[in-house]
């Protein structure tokens, strides 16, 4: 019975398959349905036409169509724009039947329908031989007949309001859908890039220290389970915190309630048998919202994953959140093009029309663009990207590319552009073109520099770049080092300054931002020494700690042209807390001396090193700063934390800036502490590197 029932919803579906998944064509519309492009207005008059669509005029091209041997011949007839125009039978039939059903329409409104659509919904195509009111007026007395679908109309002829009825019905209820497919894609969209604007301007509000502070702890810097954050859960993933948990649910819960909800069935209807009820159309009109949906998907996906998102300017949210976004959006957009295609694969096979549809160009591209996406997600997850990162990063790009032109030619050679559903994708390339534009934009404002490369011990080197401004972190291209002359790496600058002299420059140590996904402002040291280095010129200083790959290669070069992409990452203003706590380790201190040197008021700063070098070469940028050091020992953040914010009073900003275990338990003991029934008023400023 399950199996029969089954069936019948597939034959249901297949009906509407026929009618709005047939290749279509006709002139362009401007916008989306429901917003700039109407399908069927007035729907009174388009039913009428779509009952006389079914019958073969006098004027149809007829041909004999064998279905194999010993099976009968059947008679198929093709009718034309010029056909309809001009056959007498067609429109005389037509408008009575408009003037029956279309009573309350402007005669306006008729006329311009009359003039664009009998003939068809072509962009060039013959209007009909008279106007509407002129063809009405032949029309002597009242229709005998009745026309039976199918069947040859020779004359004039009245249409049964049965039949009218499920014309009329299929088409409105067909087009409020699509409204609603459409109207949902726009609220998934906007919503996408509203939801975090708006959270982002509750910091604004001047809530209380305390209850801050409490709510942060509980709600917002926890993991969503255990102890780990930044520290990858098996090797496969990073674990969300509990306030990107709560987008990421907002995410998943928007697009499964927009999937589900909106819909509606009228029967009787003539695009679905009644036989199977609603179930089937609803079922089309379900698969027809998840393709929809999945196309507003992508530019929100193009949108979190551009280091030029404009969400980065308007929200506090960092750019390591956006890319954790990103990946779960994937994950939800190929989810419903996988869903989308499939439903439709299983309805084609059913019928037994799979092998002819498969050859069309649109089926071809729809395949591309989701094979594309469903490929994405298994070579994005964790170990690829750290592995091979480089690789990976290419290949991403190439898919994606594939994924945009699949989907848009899907499109354009399913419907052209007379729908909208293009814009979507269109939406997209603009986002993901905004992007790679400012990227040009950072490049050409800078132009092509010569990199001067001074090694300072075997672990790292200093790059200098004259007559070149900016803070924060720049991404460099050294185009002669590899063929691969579109790589870049991000670093963070050390200073804007370049001193004439060959004494070292105070620096900050390179961050990979890309992959910790946080940024720095990194501006030149205000101390004594500093001043002393003079004359000095505009610059800027790279200190980088060489490894396999472009770092280590630089090491082989004493100068070498460079493209600059600046500048990036303005930092937060810590200004109102009354004490900064830094926790860093290794070269984990790179991210804490903007801070430390821009903060006005008591400044504290616990750092962990293997050796004592890398101490030694930053004394001089530490000067005025209270320092505690633990060399070659493991430090003791939860005892540093408890006895540095025992005082409840001091409303306190804490900087953790390290390896990944470290990032974790500062997380976690801060949380801790916030929890607690008179917690300490504290902010989590958190700048370590993960992948």
């Given at each position: 019975m399950c199996g029969f029932k089954l069936s019948i919803v597939i034959t249901a579906c297949l009906h509407a398959v026929l009618?709005?998944?047939?290749?279509?064509?006709?002139?362009p519309g401007h916008g989306l349905i429901g917003y700039g492009i109407s399908m069927y207005k007035p729907q009174c008059a388009f039913a009428c036409r779509d009952l006389l669509s079914t019958s073969a005029l006098s004027c149809s091209e007829r041909a004999e169509m064998s279905h194999g041997m010993g099976m009968a011949m059947s008679v198929e007839s093709e009718t034309s724009p010029e056909c309809y125009a001009t056959d007498d039978a067609f429109v005389t039939t037509l408008a009575y039947c408009i003037s029956t059903h279309c009573q309350k329409v402007a005669a306006w409104k008729l006329e311009q329908y009359w003039d664009m659509n009998v003939a068809g919904r072509q962009p060039n195509q013959p209007i009909p031989k008279a106007t509407y009111q002129r063809t009405l007026a032949t029309i002597n007395s009242k229709p005998t007949d009745t026309l039976v679908l199918g069947e040859e109309l020779n004359r004039t002829m009245a249409t049964a309001d049965e039949d009218y009825r499920e014309s009329y019905n299929a088409q409105s209820v067909f087009e409020e859908m699509e409204?609603?497919?459409?109207?949902?894609?726009?609220?998934?969209?906007?919503?996408?890039?509203?939801?975090?604007?708006?959270?982002?301007?509750?910091?604004?509000?001047?809530?209380?220290?305390?209850?801050?502070?409490?709510?942060?702890?509980?709600f917002i810097d926890p993991p969503v389970l255990g102890s780990r954050h930044k520290r990858p859960i098996a090797g496969l993933f990073h674990m969300p915190t509990r306030g990107q948990a709560f987008f990421i649910f907002y995410l998943i819960a928007i697009n499964v309630i927009l999937s589900a909800a909106g819909y509606k069935s009228k029967q009787p209807n003539s695009w679905y048998p009644s036989v199977s009820g609603s179930e089937g159309e609803i079922i089309s009109?379900?698969?027809n919202r998840l393709g929809v949906l999945s196309f507003a998907n992508i530019p929100l996906l193009f949108l979190y994953a551009g280091r030029n998102n404009v969400l980065l300017w308007l929200t506090n949210w960092s750019h390591g959140t956006f890319l954790l976004l990103h990946r779960w959006v994937a994950w939800i957009a190929t989810l419903q093009a996988v869903l989308h295609s499939a439903i439709y694969l299983e309805v084609y096979l059913h019928k037994d029309t799979h092998a002819s549809e498969n050859k069309l160009p649109y089926w071809v591209w729809g395949v591309v663009s989701t094979l594309c996406m469903a490929l994405l997600l298994p070579t994005s997850i964790l170990p690829i990207r750290k592995r091979f990162y480089e690789s990976f990063l290419v290949w991403h790009v190439l898919l994606s590319i594939f994924v945009?032109?699949?989907?848009?030619?899907?499109?354009?050679?399913?419907f052209e552009r007379q729908w909208g559903y293009e814009n979507w994708i269109y939406t997209a390339i603009a986002v993901w073109g905004f992007e790679r534009a400012m990227r040009l934009a950072r490049l050409t404002r800078n132009g092509l520099k010569t990199a001067r490369v001074k090694i300072i011990d075997e672990d790292y080197i200093q790059v200098n770049i004259d007559d070149v401004t900016g803070s924060g972190h720049a991404y460099?291209?050294?185009?002669?080092?590899?063929?691969?002359?579109?790589?870049?790496h991000p670093f963070s600058v050390a200073s804007a300054v370049l001193p004439q002299s060959e004494r070292p420059v105070k620096f900050e140590h390179e961050v990979d931002l890309e992959k910790m996904g946080c940024s720095t402002d990194s501006s030149g040291s205000d101390s004594p020494e500093r001043r002393?280095?003079?004359?000095?010129?505009?610059?800027l200083t790279f200190l980088l700690r060489t490894k396999a790959g472009v770092t280590g290669q630089l090491r082989k070069h004493k100068t070498l042209p460079v493209l600059i992409e600046s500048a990036y990452g303005p930092r937060d203003d810590l200004s109102e807390y009354s004490l900064l706590i830094c926790i860093a380790g290794g070269v984990g201190i790179t991210?804490?001396?903007?801070?430390?040197?821009?903060?006005?008021?008591?400044?504290?700063?616990f750092w962990g090193a293997r050796s004592r070098g890398i101490?030694?070469?930053?004394a001089p940028s530490l000067v005025g700063v209270e320092q505690e050091t633990f060399i070659g020992k493991r430090m003791n953040i939860a005892e540093v934390l408890h006895r540095e914010l025992s005082d409840v009073a001091i409303t306190a900003v804490v900087l953790v800036s390290g390896p990944s275990e470290m990032a974790d338990e500062v997380r976690c003991v801060l949380s801790e502490l916030g929890r607690q029934p008179k917690g300490t008023k504290v902010k989590l400023l958190e700048e370590a590197f993960s992948w």
């Open positions: 009618v709005s998944s047939m290749v279509s064509t006709g002139r409204r609603n497919h459409e109207t949902y894609g726009i609220v998934l969209l906007v919503s996408g890039a509203a939801v975090p604007i708006a959270v982002s301007l509750l910091r604004f509000i001047p809530f209380p220290a305390a209850s801050a502070s409490k709510f942060n702890a509980w009109y379900v698969v945009l032109v699949g989907c848009l030619w899907h499109i354009l050679e399913r460099l291209y050294f185009p002669t080092l590899t063929w691969r002359v579109w790589e870049n002393h280095q003079s004359p000095a010129r505009i610059g991210a804490c001396l903007p801070y430390l040197r821009a903060h006005p008021n008591a400044r504290k700063l101490i030694d070469a930053m």
